[in-house]
C-alpha cells in the first residue's frame, strides 16, 4: 500500500519568509496530492492539491510542485505571516489518501 | 450546506463501554472515510465506503471496531467494548467519487477512562 512520507516535523520561520514543507510517497498509482492545515482543536481543511498530469500549481502565496519521476511533492508557502501558524499534511493516493506524519509551522513575529 | 456534520462532539466513556459515533455526508457526496487521528499515529484511515459499500477496512484496528452506512447520507462508526487506548480524535471526511479534496467534519473527541 501507500506509504507517505512528510519532513520537517517542525518548522520555525521568520515572518515574511518562505517555508517549504516536503513528501515523498511510495505507490506509483497515485495521482492525486493533495494539502492540509489544520489549526489546534480544529478539523482539517484542504488549502491545495495537484494531479499527476500537472507539475506545479500556484495559488496566491501557496504553491505546490510534484516529480512523478522522484515521487516527491512539495508545499511552498511565501511572505509568510502569523495566521500561517498550523500543522500542515501532505497527502497521496488515487481512491483513499494516505497521510503524512505533518509538519507544525510556527511564524515568528 | 452545512458540511461534513459528526456527532458528538466530545465524549467520555468509561472501558468497557459501547460507544456510537455519527457522521452526516455533504449532500451529493458519495465516498465517506472515517479517519483516526492521535499525536502517535497521525491520521489513519480506518475504513471508507463508495456509494454505501464498505471498499476497504483494513485500517480498523480490531472487531471491537464496526462502521455501517445505512443510507447515502449517514454514517456509524461503533466501538464495543471501548478501550483507553482508542482514545483519540475520530474525523470522517466525504468527497465525490473519492477523486477529490476531502471535506473533513469537526471531529469527535473520544476519551475512555
Known amino acids: 500500500g501507500e506509504n507517505v512520507e512528510q519532513h520537517p516535523s517542525t518548522l520555525s520561520v521568520q515572518e515574511g519568509d518562505s517555508a517549504v514543507i516536503k513528501c515523498t510517497y511510495s505507490d506509483s498509482a497515485s495521482n492525486y496530492f493533495p494539502w492540509y492545515k489544520q489549526e489546534l482543536g480544529k478539523r482539517p481543511q484542504l488549502i491545495i492539491d495537484?494531479?499527476?498530469?500537472?507539475g506545479e500549481k500556484k495559488d496566491q502565496r501557496i504553491a505546490v510542485t510534484l516529480n512523478k519521476t522522484a515521487k516527491h511533492f512539495s508545499l511552498h508557502i511565501t511572505e509568510t505571516q502569523p495566521e500561517d501558524s498550523a500543522v500542515y499534511f501532505c497527502?497521496?493516493?488515487?481512491?483513499?489518501?494516505?497521510f503524512g506524519q505533518g509538519t507544525r509551522l510556527t511564524i515568528n513575529p | 450546506d452545512a458540511g461534513v456534520i459528526q456527532s458528538p462532539r466530545h465524549e467520555v466513556t468509561e472501558m468497557g463501554q459501547e460507544v456510537t459515533l455519527r457522521c452526516k455526508l455533504i449532500?451529493?457526496?458519495?465516498?465517506l472515510f472515517w479517519y483516526r487521528q492521535t499525536m502517535m499515529r497521525g491520521l489513519e484511515l480506518l475504513i471508507y465506503f463508495n456509494n454505501n459499500v464498505p471498499i476497504d477496512d483494513s485500517g480498523m484496528p480490531e472487531d471491537r471496531f464496526s462502521a455501517k452506512m445505512p443510507n447515502a447520507s449517514f454514517s456509524t462508526l461503533k466501538i464495543q467494548p471501548s478501550e483507553p487506548r482508542d482514545s483519540a480524535v475520530y474525523f470522517c471526511a466525504s468527497s465525490f467519487q473519492g477523486r477529490s479534496g476531502y471535506t473533513f467534519g469537526s471531529g469527535t473527541r473520544l476519551t475512555v477512562v
Open positions: 497527502a497521496a493516493g488515487a481512491q483513499k489518501l494516505v
Open positions: 495537484i494531479r499527476s498530469n500537472v
Open positions: 449532500s451529493g457526496h458519495n465516498s
